[in-house]
């Protein structure tokens, strides 16, 4: 079975810690290092599960982060490798 989540990479290591330390206030997240699948990162990510996107993207939108320091990715698992799928802000 694969497994998918969501991460959020981002272009510094500075948007990265703020970012952790306002959303791990309302949900659990976890800041890893960015999968090998996004190329584009300043090598941290944040990861999350897929139900909680909407709320995620809602309280990201409320708060005084730079949507463009940011991109948001679907990672699934699967036997060949890990599969990235940039989800455009205009989508969720």
């Known amino acids: 079975m694969n497994k998918v989540f969501n991460v959020i990479s981002f272009q510094s290591t500075h948007y990265a810690i703020i970012t952790e330390k306002?959303?791990?206030?309302?949900?659990?997240?976890t800041l890893i290092p960015t999968p090998r699948s996004i190329t584009a990162s300043c090598g941290l990510s944040l990861k999350f599960e897929p139900e909680m996107l909407p709320d995620v993207v809602q309280d990201l939108k409320t708060t005084p982060i730079n949507e463009e320091m940011l991109a948001l990715y679907q990672i699934e698992k699967t036997p060949e490798g890990d599969q990235a799928r940039l989800?455009?802000?205009?989508e969720i």
């Open 87 to 90: 989800i455009p802000w205009s």
């Open 22 to 29: 306002t959303l791990k206030e309302r949900f659990p997240v």
